[in-house]
């Protein structure tokens, strides 16, 4: 079996050029061109809400629908995950678990993970079927596969012109169904949301389209899976069906690609963070302290050519020796052009303080790595011939060192972090409030003990990670590491099955044949429906696997136990007065 996500955090770096200001110069520099320089910054006294697109108006229905479809778990094919699971306002919109969860690897362009080129992405769906049966991935076996790339924040992402890393989510929304052009301009947002749903690594099985993205929704309680949402969402949803919710939004119940597009765009154009110690600044001229005010004529001078104007980003892509051109080539595998081989988006920067890990592989763990990083002018030259292009070059690395002393690091860490923080994301204020996913909490299946090994000393592993939530049609158990081709039986009971094969199970006693080869190479999964029945609402289960294999000594071998609780979907409404006829979009 390939050893998998063994992982590194320690990649090989490549000096930068050297310096162009020395640590002497950086201050005098910001100093005497601070208006000038961060005038683009400065340009604007106040961060407005990102415009509405033709055709897309920002309701507060619309909005709140798109919050429940950005935070249902139901949508993804194993109802494991939401749009929020991998954008937590918290952690600044994007996934706080890449470069944490040991699982959250990616093996990068070599295809082998701990080695430099190793991806911190996100987590999302193990290679499932449309039937709900697990297949196997070379690279992460039974487990959630991850992202080749590390996420996007969507605070603020409804002032971009494209979306994703390479741009490939673009300004005209297109209904991915009909091929229709819904939205001429302005529509990126809708672009993007369109792709996780179907996508066989985030949130799809194989094969997956928006017809059966569709049919999933209609057929889902809304947030059923979820907890503590907030009373607002709870207000809205009241216990109805999703074509109800679509009928409020759009005056009828049809569901459809564009609409659920359009409904998740519109709450995250809501999604903007105006409320900084910093746009404060913008407009008193008050509340920076003198580090703070030192680190931000530092960054003027050294960083708003691509960080630029109130949304400190331009926008734009550039190659910045992050990495080799050719492990990632980033807006190039969109435009084909040479010259974009290896760019990537500039992201913006407020609330980048919450952001860790940093860059599109997420290789930095801190920003203090980070401003090291650009204080060396990369680790990467580019520059180098493209293979088998007759010629053509990938663009250079755009940094130069900077010579930065460790004062100006700290001056310009200082400002990076505080001043660009809105406090409504760390307090999980509205716009920026949540429910609590299934996958954050107790209801998820838990393993504990141990089980009894078979060949080669190996003990079955479970993998059980779905919502056990009634009527839940395909609640799937799997089991890997166990030896190919043996007969496996699947038994849930209300109480400990024991590591001696039973005769029976209450709740499960399904029977397989492990798909693989060999040792260690066996396989499989099954799905199971659970009852409607809120007779079994809060009842426990307790499962194992049993493999016919003899190699270790025992009858069989056995897995660890898993236990789980059954449990009812929300349903209940709360009522909540929330002064819409204020016009506050932040309350939507």
Not at 296 to 324: E, L
Not at 442 to 459: H, K
Request: charged share 15%.
């Amino acid at each position: 079996m390939k050893n998998l996500r063994i992982v590194s955090f320690a990649p090989s770096f490549r000096p930068g050029a050297p310096p162009t200001l020395t640590g002497i110069q950086r201050p005098v520099v910001g100093l005497l061109l601070g208006g000038l320089l961060f005038g683009a910054i400065a340009s604007s006294a106040q961060l407005f809400p990102p415009p509405d697109p033709p055709g897309n108006a920002t309701t507060p229905a619309k909005a709140r629908l798109g919050k429940v479809l950005f935070w249902d778990e139901q949508i993804s094919s194993t109802r494991t995950v939401s749009c929020g699971t991998c954008h937590l306002p918290e952690n600044g919109g994007d996934d706080a678990r890449s470069g944490v969860d040991p699982l959250a690897v990616h093996p990068g362009h070599d295809g082998t993970f701990n080695t430099p080129d190793d991806v911190f992405g996100s987590p999302g769906v193990p290679l499932n079927l449309a039937n709900g049966l697990y297949d196997w991935s070379p690279d992460f076996g039974l487990t959630a596969q991850v992202t080749p790339r590390r996420t996007v924040s969507t605070i603020n992402a409804g002032y971009a012109p494209e979306l994703f890393w390479d741009g490939r989510a673009p300004s005209e929304f297109v209904d991915p169904v009909t091929l229709q052009v819904v939205i001429p301009f302005g529509g990126a947002l809708e672009s993007q949301a369109v792709g996780p749903p179907t996508n066989d690594v985030e949130m799809g099985h194989v094969g997956r389209d928006w017809i059966g993205a569709v049919a999933r929704i209609e057929s889902s309680a809304p947030l059923a899976v979820a907890a503590n949402a907030p009373p607002r969402l709870l207000n809205f949803v009241a216990g109805r069906s999703y074509p109800e919710l679509f009928t409020e939004a759009f005056g009828d119940p049809e569901i459809s690609a564009a609409r659920v597009a359009m409904a998740i765009a519109s709450h995250e154009r809501t999604l903007f963070s105006n409320q900084t110690p910093f746009d404060d600044f913008l407009v008193t001229n008050m509340g920076l302290t003198a580090q703070e005010l030192s680190g931000r004529a530092i960054f003027s001078a050294t960083c708003d050519n691509c960080h630029v104007g109130v949304q400190i980003t331009d926008h734009q892509f550039h190659y910045t020796g992050v990495h080799p051109n050719a492990d990632d080539i980033g807006r190039g595998e969109v435009t084909g052009l040479a010259d974009d081989m290896g760019k990537m988006k500039t992201p913006g920067l407020r609330n980048v303080a919450l952001r860790a890990p940093y860059m599109h592989n997420g290789r930095f763990e801190t920003l203090e790595e980070v401003i090291d990083f650009y204080d060396r002018g990369g680790d990467f030259p580019g520059g180098t011939v493209i293979p088998g292009s007759g010629g053509e070059l990938y663009p250079p690395n755009e940094l130069v060192a900077l010579g930065l002393t460790p004062q100006d690091k700290a001056d310009l860490l200082a400002f990076l972090t505080r001043p660009l923080t809105d406090p409504r994301l760390v307090e999980g204020l509205p716009p920026f409030d949540r429910p609590i996913l299934f996958t954050e909490s107790n209801r998820v299946p838990v393993l504990e003990g141990t089980g009894l090994p078979g060949s080669g000393g190996l003990i079955p592993w479970v993998v059980a990670i779905e919502p056990p939530v009634l009527g839940n049609p395909s609640f799937t158990v799997a089991i890997w590491n166990a030896l190919g081709g043996a007969n496996a039986l699947l038994v849930i009971d209300d109480e400990d099955p024991g590591l001696t094969l039973p005769g029976s199970g209450s709740f499960a006693f399904e029977s397989i044949v492990l798909d693989g080869v060999g040792t260690g190479l066996g396989f499989g999964s099954v799905s199971l429906s659970i009852p409607d029945d809120t007779a079994l609402n809060g009842a426990e289960w307790f499962g194992r696997w049993y493999v016919e294999d003899t190699g270790g000594g025992e009858a069989a071998a056995v897995s660890q136990l898993f236990r789980f609780r059954t449990f009812m979907g929300l349903s209940e409404a709360v009522l909540f007065v929330d002064g819409f006829e204020s016009g506050n979009t932040s309350a939507w």
